[in-house]
């Protein structure tokens, strides 16, 4: 009688260790195949595809293979800073749209959240004049507001009004961009395509870690990285709070039954991705330029974020390890185009690893059906 009951429980935890696997199986094969796309791409062109991987190894770690054993210099920092640089954004708007992802939202506004966050942090940073202590911290935060007030209205009106969160999302990404156009033109001192430097106090710019990085423009913007990371994982792993923003995604009306505020979840859930999302944008603007630019198109940060939290299985350390990856393939965009590699290659690769992790379900049933086999 006993083993009657234990073997329903044994079954169950096989089944979850494989689910998990699966989680870390299908990215990776995913990733595999879309390197294996661009691979095949070169080779038809008539191109040598290990110069993918030649750029890749100079723009994340900084060695050019060419040149060991030549006696020249082989080895730049100056490439792991810019790698880092490239990689923080991609992480923070891959860390929005996962969050959002998680509590059953779809933001896809987390390009126009950057940049109301990087207008809020230019503006702290070139109106004010104050100690470091001080000025630095008020325009961090006041960037990260900024997302989050931005992301507050796509909530709002899913909230009370079931206006479908993408619809309005993207109608946002582009007035936020001429909105935030208009008010970088209106800070004293700017013109039509940047405004004065932000004051020292309110910079993230380190000579310390641009000296060790060889001149690169590497900043202190890696330790708020750190610092997202982990409270996203607290949130949505370790508190209440989180639980109730997640059942709330997964099922609003059982959530509602069970006493939640569901409304105002909807609504938190996406001021947290905003957040997320401003401080990609204040890291951008106080840490890698030191001024507020003037855009004529969005950069694509946001889309890249949604590519980042699939590939990243929704997870903290996911979207570290995805934003890496795609930093790298950012990174090293300009070192492919001077071996005579267009530049898109690595834009068709992110593509086609997206495509092969949306294909997910198909991927799984074929591991599973090894694994029935295996069980045969």
Known sequence: MPAKVQQPKATMSRD???????????????????FLVGILIMLFTGRDPLDIFRALMRGTIGIDTTLIGTGSLWFNARYIGEFLVFSMPIILTGLSVAFAFRTGLFNIGAEGQLLMGSFGAVMIGVLLDLPTIIHLPLAVLTGVLFGALWGFIPGFLKAKFNVHEVVVTIMMNYIALYFANYLVKALPGSDNVKTVPVAESASLASDFLSNLTNN???????????????????????TIFGFELRSAGFNKHASKYAGMKVDRNIIYSMMIAGAFAGLAGVLISIGTFDYGRVLSVNEGYGFDGIAVALVGNTSAIGSLLAGLLFGGLKAAQPLMQARGIPRDITNIIIAAIVIFVAMRAGIKQIFDRFRTKEVE
């Not at 979850?16 to 879309?34: D, Q, S």
């Not at 690169?216 to 990371?229: E, P, T, Y």
């Open 216 to 238: 690169s423009r590497f900043h202190w913007g890696f330790i708020l990285v750190i610092i997202a990371l982990i409270i996203f994982w607290l949130i949505i792993e370790k």
């Open 16 to 34: 979850a260790l494989w689910e998990k696997r699966m989680n870390t199986i299908v990215p990776l094969v995913a990733i595999f195949l879309g």
